[in-house]
């Protein structure tokens, strides 16, 4: 079956642009998740949906960023105003419900580049 | 979250057996240890989990420590296409409901 999908797999921006990532859940799959991949590093959790609510966005680093999935299925995570450090590989992830039993499964990512 | 510890490179022959090993010291009683990996270009995969008992499926064994401060991601015949970057992260029951703290992994390298 198809697995979880994300567009554009590259974003090239401007310093002060705004972006849209988009993530493709896995059909049926309830909860899903933002990360965000710096080089040489490990994945950054920045938000979590229940269906179509925000249980958890303690990882967003500020207020330029957003993220929404207005019928519990696609999402979209915004950015405001760009900055050079964004730039970054944007991962998302489903699983069939909440809760750490649940596998997760990642796309493979939005590499975003902000010059 | 309570942190866990890799070493951030290993090396393999390809078909030996691999070893990865993960400290948590902090561990609590809810917390299952969980194992992903990250192929080159790719979004991490899922591996393994486990909570007290050593686990075994298609792709690995986990070995876990008796006093679960330790666990061991075992690859028993290391191929070509198992070097990634391996994350061991602690998954609490109780109080996580979806997030999963990844720490920076163990770089594995296979050799043939």
């Known amino acids: 079956g198809a697995g979880v999908s994300q567009t554009p797999s590259n974003k090239v921006t401007e310093k002060g642009k705004y972006v849209e990532l988009r993530c493709d859940p896995i059909s049926g799959h309830t909860a899903l998740y933002w990360y965000r991949q710096s080089l040489g590093q490990g994945p950054e959790f920045l938000i979590y949906?229940?269906?179509?609510?925000?249980?958890?966005d303690s990882g967003l680093p500020n207020d330029r960023f957003f993220a929404v999935r207005p019928e519990g299925s696609v999402s979209t995570l915004k950015i405001q105003r760009t900055e050079r450090g964004d730039s970054a590989v944007y991962l998302c992830?489903?699983?069939?419900?909440?809760?750490?039993?649940?596998?997760?499964?990642f796309g493979p990512g939005t590499r975003l580049t902000v010059l | 979250d309570a942190k866990t510890t890799q070493p951030n490179s290993m090396e393999s022959n390809e078909e030996e057996p691999v070893h990865l090993p993960c400290n948590h010291s902090t561990i609590s009683g809810t917390d299952y240890i969980h194992w992903y990996r990250q192929l080159p270009s790719q979004g991490p995969e899922y591996v393994i989990h486990?909570?007290?008992s050593n686990v075994n499926n298609r792709m690995a064994s986990l070995a876990i420590a008796e006093d679960r401060k330790s666990s061991t991601l075992i690859l028993h015949r290391a191929t070509l296409r198992d070097a990634a970057v391996y994350y061991c992260i602690l998954r609490d029951v109780n109080t996580n409901a979806g997030k999963s703290t990844f720490g920076d992994g163990t770089t594995l390298t296979v050799k043939p």
């Open positions: 992830a489903s699983s069939l419900a909440s809760g750490p039993l649940n596998t997760q499964y």
């Open positions: 486990g909570l007290t």
């Open positions: 949906f229940q269906g179509t609510g925000a249980a958890d």
